[in-house]
């Protein structure tokens, strides 16, 4: 069982860059794999970056690779990620997920965050 619970969105210009946090609970927060998925209005949900329990990091190659990282600090129980070069259509509430290994689909993960919103403006 974790708990998690994003933070870090709003709103930001074009070119401009943004760091999410994904903030977990329970001992075991550092034997799960997080993922970062984004969701925007009319699209299905979208992977974004996810990292391994032994801090593999991999990233959507088709949208945001070169431009997000993705981090975890297993002292803090806390993933994140780091949005540079935005563009408008990086627009979406963002989602971090937990799972015993990572994904690239979302029914993979097994916990689910709140979401925060994101919004970049031309």
């Known amino acids: 069982q974790v708990q998690l619970v994003e933070s870090g969105g709003g709103l930001v210009q074009a070119g401009g860059s943004l760091r999410l946090s994904c903030q977990g609970s329970g001992r075991t927060f550092s034997t799960y794999a997080i993922g970062w998925f984004r969701q925007a209005p009319g699209k299905k949900r979208e992977f974004v970056a996810s990292i391994s329990r032994a801090g593999a990091t991999t990233s959507n190659p088709d949208s945001v690779k070169d431009r997000f990282i993705i981090s975890r600090d297993n002292a803090k129980k806390t993933v994140y990620l780091q949005m540079n070069s935005l563009k408008t259509e990086d627009t979406a509430v963002y989602s971090c997920?937990?799972?015993?290994?990572?994904?690239?689909?979302?029914?993979?993960?097994?916990?689910w965050g709140q979401g925060t919103q994101v919004t970049v403006s031309s």
């Open positions: 997920a937990a799972g015993l290994a990572w994904s690239m689909t979302d029914n993979e993960y097994e916990y």
